[in-house]
């Protein structure tokens, strides 16, 4: 078919064309339609079809006019009369003797409607597998979804299992998880294989359709012949839809020659035989503005700490036995603090580059200044080190640095040059010098990244609960060698080993009674100790805040307590003994 006309082929100025006329050949607009081509006694008899509505119907009718009056390529005044099977051409009556004397030939029209019914049937078919496409892609997705499962699951079954022996764990689950991967890489490597061919076909079949349609739409009947030969010569690609039905990995820790740890039972680890509780000792409510943000209890004099709050207030307090009082009060926007052994207070500021430190009965002067970047959490340890958590734009670490303000080690990615820090709020060190630092991710969640002496690393992203969102808001070590972390979103304290292994956890609620008295209105009836759910915590009346601890095994917890009656808020500090016996 000749190109399309920009203008109407009558008034040459309407550029709308809505119009053709199968006898004329011509192309018109509207307005012409209906002042000149319809007023034309020879038209009356004519085809005129409608280009923007036209229907396959439509086109079949104008396709069918059009053979009729169908010129022959070679002998151009007559008509093809006769389609050649054999060379798959319309031809005309002086054709027939010249070069197809010998062929099958069948009628022009008959041949047309035989075409085009075989074409139509094909559309059927491709729209049918189009459908079992779809209903295969779904298969494999869950296919890539069951890998997923099952690796998930195997891999926390081996850590689990083999978390007996640290350095058996440490060699062999780390080869099994990497044999693991593997296998999950080539499941995966499989299914997308077979994915890609299952895309391919789909394309395929995508533009077979476009064909089809465009030919079942077009004014060529020629075009109604070659499709089919186009057809036949492209076979579409086939694929395993089977491809994932063997694929399981609950095999693999079979087929590593593992032992049955079974017999090992009875050398269970320090983490199952030792069970903590927590008692508090004594109370002391806050008159304060703001929420407590953070509390550190000062190494030289364990009836000190200084505290401060999310506003702008810094201060010192003595909890004897006689009770509490305000010693120093400083106003300043803290991050985070800690104190040496001598009882000098290192500072970090709000939006500051600066570390400050607050000497005994003096003011409180610059330190060191880390720009470009911010401190945001410092840790001071026993052998007088400084340990500090920068932030600058999108990039984190930690440092350590002497006494002096000498920078030593650093600490910012993995062997595997992995960013090991997201955002470090808060650092401690425990027993063995293993520094743990808590790690704020993207989002509500968190975990523990323990650096280990050797410059080893190992990552606590859950707790006992992995279906629990692990949110660590505050962190401090005992005298026992436990490291206690505070959850933030449950309220409740999570107790480690020195090695990071999971030993017990206490909710904040427990403590109720001795935070509130026996017959206080501030108690909530029905209170379950341990609950299942989040939701569940809209129930208490107190949550943790921040801790620490001093060299005696006693916990210093700020938490808050809801008047539910009167709505009102009151900050407390709970001195609380942790107690551990073996089971």
Same mark, same amino acid.
């Given at each position: 078919m000749a190109q399309s006309p920009s203008a109407c082929q009558l008034c040459e100025i309407d550029t709308n064309i809505e119009w053709?006329?199968?006898?004329?050949?011509i192309l018109f607009c509207n307005g012409c339609k209906i002042r000149i081509h319809s007023k034309l006694k020879i038209s009356d008899s004519h085809h005129v079809l409608n280009i923007k509505t036209c229907?396959?119907?439509?086109?079949e009718i104008y396709k069918k006019a059009e053979l009729k009056n169908k010129p022959c390529k070679k002998h151009k005044k007559q008509k093809c009369l006769f389609y050649c099977c054999k060379c798959n051409k319309m031809i005309c009556a002086s054709c027939l003797p010249e070069s197809h004397s010998n062929h099958k030939f069948q009628e022009i029209e008959e041949a047309f409607d035989q075409k085009l019914t075989k074409?139509?049937?094909?559309?059927?078919?491709?729209?049918k597998q189009f459908e079992v496409i779809g209903r295969d892609t779904e298969t494999f997705e869950k296919f890539l979804s069951c890998v997923d499962e099952s690796y998930n699951n195997e891999a926390f079954r081996i850590l689990y299992k083999y978390s007996l022996l640290s350095e058996f764990i440490n060699q062999k689950s780390s080869a099994l998880i990497n044999s693991l991967q593997d296998a999950k890489k080539e499941a995966g490597e499989r299914i997308s294989k077979e994915m890609g061919l299952l895309q391919e076909s789909k394309q395929m079949l995508s533009h077979r359709t476009e064909k089809i349609d465009k030919?079942?739409?077009?004014?060529?009947?020629?075009?109604?012949?070659?499709?089919?030969?186009?057809?036949?010569?492209?076979?579409?690609?086939?694929?395993n839809i089977n491809v994932g039905t063997r694929l399981n990995f609950n095999s693999l820790l079979h087929q590593n020659s593992i032992p049955d740890l079974d017999f090992i039972s009875q050398i269970e680890t320090t983490r199952q035989q030792v069970s903590t509780k927590f008692n508090i000792v004594e109370k002391f409510v806050l008159d304060i503005q703001g929420k407590l943000a953070g509390v550190s209890i000062c190494k030289n004099d364990h009836?000190?700490?200084?505290?401060?709050?999310d506003q702008s207030t810094l201060r010192k307090i003595n909890f004897a036995k006689n009770g509490m009082k305000f010693v120093k009060e400083i106003q300043v926007q803290v991050q985070d603090i800690s104190i040496d052994e001598e009882g000098i207070l290192f500072i970090l500021v709000k939006d500051s580059t600066e570390i400050k430190t607050l000497p005994k009965k003096k003011n409180m002067k610059t330190f060191l200044d880390m720009s470009p970047y911010y401190p945001i959490s410092i840790h001071i340890t026993k052998d007088d080190e400084i340990i500090v958590g920068l932030v600058k734009?999108?990039?984190?670490?930690?440092?350590?640095?002497?006494?002096?303000?000498?920078?030593?080690?650093?600490?910012e990615i993995t062997k595997g040059d992995k960013i090991l820090f997201s955002y470090p709020c808060k650092i401690a060190t425990n027993i063995k010098g293993h520094i743990w630092v808590l790690d704020c991710l993207p989002g509500?969640? +968190?975990?523990?990244?323990?650096?280990?002496?050797?410059?080893?690393? /190992? !990552?606590?992203?859950?707790a006992n609960n992995p279906k629990e969102d692990f949110c660590p808001a505050d962190i401090t070590t005992t005298s026992t060698g436990h490291v206690i972390v505070l959850n933030s979103k449950y309220h409740k304290l999570y107790v480690f080993t020195e090695d990071g292994d999971y030993v017990?956890?206490?909710?904040?609620?427990?403590?109720?009674?001795?935070?509130? +008295?026996?017959?206080?209105?501030?108690?909530?009836?029905?209170?379950? /100790? !341990?609950?299942e759910d989040f939701n569940d915590l809209t129930k208490y009346s107190s949550f943790a805040l921040c801790i620490d601890a001093d060299s005696n095994g006693l916990l210093l917890v700020g938490s808050e307590k809801i008047n539910t009656k009167f709505a009102k808020i009151s900050t407390n500090l709970c001195l609380v003994k942790m107690e551990t016996s073996k089971d």
């Open positions: 053709k006329c199968y006898e004329c050949d229907t396959e119907e439509d086109s074409i139509k049937s094909i559309r059927e078919k491709t729209e030919t079942l739409t077009s004014f060529e009947p020629e075009k109604v012949f070659n499709i089919l030969q186009e057809i036949k010569k492209v076979n579409l690609p086939t694929y009836t000190m700490a200084w505290i401060y709050d734009d999108k990039e984190s670490k930690v440092v350590v640095l002497s006494k002096s303000g000498v920078k030593g080690r650093t600490f509500t969640k +968190g975990r523990v990244v323990i650096i280990e002496k050797d410059g080893r690393v /190992k !990552f606590i992203t859950n017990s956890h206490e909710y904040l609620s427990s403590f109720k009674e001795h935070i509130y +008295g026996e017959n206080s209105e501030m108690i909530v009836s029905n209170i379950p /100790k !341990f609950p």
